[in-house]
Structures are given as structure tokens and as C-alpha cells.
């Protein structure tokens, strides 16, 4: 047995070790080289993922529960990393959160990896599922509490329905990733977005 193929000692941590890292990074790896020669997700098995990985099936599944938490990771490795926020207020947090928006539309046009197997996904419930579980509802929900704390703090209007103003937030670079995937997604289209929504959303004073 080699080396990747012996698990963490009892009582030892799964994820985080050196060893543990490069043997994820060349699972990663191995699914990323698969899409890019055009393998169809219904044909990428775990058992041909951990051949051209050079690990054996059961490394695989002590890191990920099926190949469909394992594909989300190859995205998110494809994808542009989450930002940190200033939280300085809801206008620059706004900014931050579009602008990593606009690039993973930009990464979706560039990346064939992104474009294939997003494309695939919609015939894969599964997939769908757990992508929209990890990456997609916690990102609207940090979206949302940046809306919240703007309400609370008296940046918006005190009326705003919150699930609301998200949709209307995101609505203008979503149209253009996928209902538009020719329009442009120039540089400083997150803060055209935010400070035209905000010219209205701001209270009303005197």
C-alpha cells in the first residue's frame, strides 16, 4: 500500500496535514485532467477518479462522502476564492460581494471545466443539490446578512424586504452570466450596480 493510500492514525485529524493536502490536491487534480479531456460527468466513477489519481477508492471516500461533494470542491478549486469582507459598511461590502460575482461569470466564459460541468449539473439533481447546499445558499446568505445589517444600522430603508433586495442586488450580473453570456462584465460594474440601488434604497432624511 502506498503512501496516500494509509488514513490518519486514530484519534488523528482527517483534513489539514501536509500529507493529507497533497493527496486531495492530486484527487482535485485527477478530476480536473478527467473534465478536461471531455469525460462526462455520468462517467467519471470513483473508482476511475482514484485510478488516475493513483490513490485507492477508499482514500477518496475518507475526505468525501460521493463523487458529488467531491465535484463541488473541483469547482470551488476552478472558481475564484470567496472574498473577505471590509465590513466597513453595506455599500463597500456590496461592492466586494458583486465584484466576486462579475469574476466568477468571467470564469464561467473562460474556464471549460466551469462552463461543461455547470452546464451537465442541470442534469445531475444530485450535483445540483449539493453545489446549491455549499457554495451557493451560503454565499446568499452571507449576502443577506450584509443587507441586514444595513437595515439594522440605518444604511437602508427600514421597509426593504430583505430576500427581496437580494434577488434585485445580484439580479443585474446574474442576467449577464447566464442569460446574457455575450454581454459584457467590464470593471466597475459592482459599484455601477450598488450605487445605482442605493440612490433609492438610502433613507429619506429631514
Do not use: C, F
Request: aromatic share 2%.
Amino acid at each position: 500500500m502506498s503512501p496516500a493510500d494509509t488514513g490518519p492514525r486514530q484519534g488523528g485529524p482527517v483534513r489539514g496535514r501536509p500529507r493529507s493536502e497533497a493527496v486531495e490536491r492530486a484527487i482535485i487534480e485527477a478530476v480536473t485532467k478527467l473534465l478536461e479531456d471531455g469525460v462526462p460527468l455520468a462517467e467519471l466513477s470513483i473508482e476511475r477518479i482514484a485510478r488516475t489519481a493513483g490513490v485507492g477508492k477508499a482514500t477518496i471516500y475518507r475526505r468525501w462522502s460521493g463523487k458529488e461533494q467531491l465535484l463541488v470542491d473541483v469547482l470551488r478549486a476552478a472558481e475564484p476564492p470567496d472574498p473577505e469582507l471590509p465590513g466597513t459598511s453595506v455599500r463597500d461590502d456590496l461592492v466586494v460581494l458583486l465584484e466576486s460575482l462579475r469574476l466568477r461569470g468571467l470564469a464561467g466564459r473562460t474556464s471549460a471545466i466551469l462552463h461543461n460541468v455547470r452546464a451537465q449539473m442541470k442534469s445531475s439533481p444530485n450535483l445540483w443539490a449539493a453545489y446549491h447546499d455549499t457554495v451557493i445558499l451560503p454565499r446568499r446568505r452571507l449576502g443577506l446578512e450584509v443587507l441586514r445589517r444595513g437595515r439594522e444600522n440605518g444604511e437602508l430603508r427600514a421597509d426593504v424586504d430583505l430576500e427581496v433586495l437580494n434577488d434585485i442586488v445580484v439580479g443585474p450580473i446574474l442576467v449577464r452570466t447566464v442569460l446574457r453570456p455575450d454581454a459584457d462584465l467590464p470593471d466597475g460594474l459592482a459599484e455601477q450596480v450598488v450605487d445605482t440601488l442605493l440612490q433609492g434604497l438610502r433613507p429619506v432624511s429631514g
